[in-house]
């Protein structure tokens, strides 16, 4: 089970049409919002399907990517030109 490492956000949505490759979703909730995703994602998704989207931030992972950087970033001031 993987271990929770930050906070999370459920949104409810409907999909109201396909633009340009492009998923627009519509919150049911006032005030309504639209959400616009790429298709290429979320294969099969049609008209009218209900999602649920999850939003979780990952407070570990974040830690890992800023340490990897932070290594490129030495290892570039090392390179002589």
């Known amino acids: 089970m993987e271990k929770n490492t930050g906070s999370s956000n459920m949104v409810l949505a409907i999909v109201?049409?396909?633009e340009d490759d492009v998923l627009v979703l519509v919150t049911p909730t006032k005030p309504n919002r639209e959400i616009?995703?790429?298709?290429s994602l979320f294969q099969g998704m049609n008209e009218g399907d209900v999602v649920r989207i999850t939003v979780e931030k990952d407070e570990e992972k974040r830690k890992d990517i800023e340490k990897d950087i932070k290594d490129q970033r030495t290892r570039l001031k090392r390179v002589n030109l």
Not at 36 to 39: Q, R, T
């Open 16 to 18: 109201d049409r396909v």
């Open 36 to 39: 616009h995703l790429p298709c």
